[in-house]
């Protein structure tokens, strides 16, 4: 095969790992760009595993990305959360682990970790590569990689979420969540959170949006509320979509992304709300949806 083959059989999972490691949709297809022209320069009779090849391309590549947003994102106005990931196909990724690693609660969490640390949990405990295949990848010694899975995993176990509902309720909590927001029902709205429900946006200084965290179900609900009554039924299009791998919820202002809404939840209720209004974290959304 020639390099424009192996390439284009990898995309795919290129692409999973450098979102999964930046948490951006813009900077992932640049970390696969990067890797794209790194790869044509490269004799292929050079090269024993090009799938493996091309994953250290695109970690490290992801790696040093992260390092160098570190002060960006420490210094971010608001809450930073992930670009949204969005896709219109009805079904979900068939495999539950993968699915569950899109989630915006799990890319929230990951966010605590070193960028090493993140390559090393995503690459063993998510897309399941041996600590040998990891620590080749990263050019670091075996044990070093296990050390850092460890850290890894002892902090992604001991705060991750692990009973979420099935996909159906999920879909039955999101469709009830729209209506109770449109026609105004703070007391139906509420019945779908939990009592400790937590409301976060995105706003980044460059949109409308809350300012602060907010938490428990009344005053979130009291909110979401509040902002639906802004705006006259017609003012927003409202689309429902797949968002970091679960039912989510897209705002557009004419052909303009307004805003994304995704969730966490539990077996039977939404524990958390992400709302993104970044105008710069949604302009991919216009260029999928025109």
Same mark, same amino acid.
């Given at each position: ?50 799938? &493996? ?14 390092? #160098? ?5 420490? #210094? ?19 495999? &539950? ?51 850092? +899975?460890?850290? &890894?995993? +002892? ?27 449109? #026609? ?16 976060? #946006? ?69 524990? &958390? ?18």
């Amino acid at each position: 095969m020639d390099h424009e083959t192996h390439f284009l059989e990898h995309r795919r999972l290129l692409f999973s790992v450098a979102y999964r490691m930046l948490g951006s949709v813009v900077e992932a297809e640049d970390a696969v760009q990067e890797c794209y022209l790194r790869w044509q320069a490269t004799p292929l009779d050079t090269v024993d595993n090009p799938r &493996a090849f091309l994953l250290t391309i695109v970690t490290r590549w992801s790696i040093d990305q992260l390092r #160098s947003a570190r002060h960006q994102r420490e #210094s971010y106005t608001g809450t930073w959360l992930p670009e949204p990931l969005v896709d219109r196909s009805p079904a979900p990724d068939a495999q &539950a682990a993968l699915t569950e690693s899109l989630s915006m609660a799990f890319l929230v969490l990951l966010e605590a970790l070193s960028p090493q640390e993140r390559a090393v949990y995503l690459l063993h405990d998510i897309f399941q590569y041996s600590f040998a295949e990891t620590a080749h990848m990263l050019g670091k010694p075996e044990a070093a990689c296990r050390q850092m +899975g460890k850290r &890894a995993r +002892g902090h992604v176990h001991a705060r991750h979420q692990r009973y979420s509902a099935s996909r159906e309720e999920q879909e039955r909590l999101t469709h009830a969540f729209l209506f109770a927001a449109g #026609s105004g029902d703070a007391a139906a709205l509420k019945a779908l959170l939990t009592e400790d429900a937590v409301c976060y #946006s995105d706003h980044g200084g460059k949109a409308a949006a809350a300012k602060r965290t907010i938490h428990t179900a009344d005053k979130v609900a009291r909110f979401i509320i509040g902002v639906s009554q802004r705006f006259a039924p017609e003012a927003l299009r409202v689309e429902l979509a797949t968002i970091n791998g679960q039912p989510g919820i897209l705002y557009y202002d004419g052909p303009e992304p307004y805003g994304a809404m995704t969730f966490a939840f539990t077996p039977h209720a939404i524990q &958390a709300l992400y709302v993104i209004r970044n105008p710069d974290k949604l302009r991919h959304l216009h260029a999928q949806h025109t």
